[in-house]
């Protein structure tokens, strides 16, 4: 036996997930041709593979889940919460390796609360956690060290988006990011609490993008001005949010 057919999935799980990828066509209006360009496989190949022609392999279930950011493989114990690598209900039923390309070191970036025009710069790692059976992420090098922020990455069908949540003891934080160019940019918006005089905490939001580290050699963090040497690639990319319309901010 050949080893492509090695990674091919029985009959009953062929049938099974065929089912589930017309279900997300429908729910989601979108052509099978579309999602074939948007999991790298022909539409030959998906087409072949829901009319039961040939079986699905493990590679391009693996790819169309990426695509569609969707678990398709059911578990045997799929009633048990984040079994087999699933991530909770709540946090949008995901697989592991539909999230994989998320994994990894961000430089984090927003606009200065501070100073106006300055960025604020700071790393986030987003890491699949065993614990919790889901994607989570943690902050760290920031010069607010007493706010950093770790939680749970959201990953729903509906909307498409990804969010990462901080919740501590009825508190939250939320980021809404859209789906990683490809260049794997992160860029959404933010909303939080910003520290104010003495105790107070004011409701904040701001653009905000995630960059993966590798694309930045000698990454610096902490306020960034336009003094700084890096201080244009930074802004860049927080322009580029409101520019492309990531997201929108309406006027009063």
């Known amino acids: 036996m050949t080893e492509a057919r090695d990674s091919e999935l029985s009959t009953e799980q062929s049938r099974a997930i065929a089912a589930r990828v017309r279900e997300e066509l429908a729910r989601r209006r979108i052509s099978r041709q579309r999602l074939a360009d948007d999991a790298r496989i022909s539409i030959s190949t998906l087409e072949k593979a829901l009319s039961g022609r040939r079986p699905f392999t493990l590679a391009t279930t693996i790819r169309l889940e990426e695509a569609l950011s969707a678990p398709l493989r059911i578990a045997k114990s799929a009633g048990v919460p984040g079994a087999f690598g699933l991530a909770p209900e709540a946090l949008g039923s995901y697989s592991r390796p539909a999230v994989a390309r998320l994994e990894g070191d961000y430089l984090t970036l927003r606009p200065s609360f501070g100073e106006r025009g300055a960025v604020y710069a700071y790393r986030t790692e987003i890491r699949w956690d065993e614990a919790s059976s889901s994607l989570a992420f943690r902050e760290s090098a920031r010069l607010d060290s007493?706010?950093?922020?770790?939680?749970?990455?959201?990953?729903?069908?509906?909307?498409?988006?990804?969010?990462?949540?901080t919740s501590e003891l009825g508190q939250f934080r939320l980021a809404i990011l859209a789906r990683p160019t490809i260049t794997g940019e992160l860029y959404g918006l933010l909303t939080t609490l910003q520290a104010g005089v003495g105790s107070q905490l004011i409701p904040a939001s701001a653009s905000i993008a995630y960059v993966p580290l590798a694309r930045v050699p000698n990454a610096k963090f902490g306020k960034i001005n336009s003094r700084e040497p890096?201080?244009?690639?930074?802004?860049?990319?927080?322009?580029?949010?409101?520019?492309?319309?990531?997201?929108?901010?309406?006027?009063?």
């Open 230 to 252: 890096c201080y244009a690639a930074y802004r860049a990319h927080i322009d580029r949010i409101n520019e492309e319309s990531y997201v929108r901010f309406f006027p009063e």
């Open 146 to 165: 007493a706010f950093t922020q770790k939680g749970a990455v959201s990953l729903p069908n509906q909307s498409g988006h990804i969010y990462m949540i």
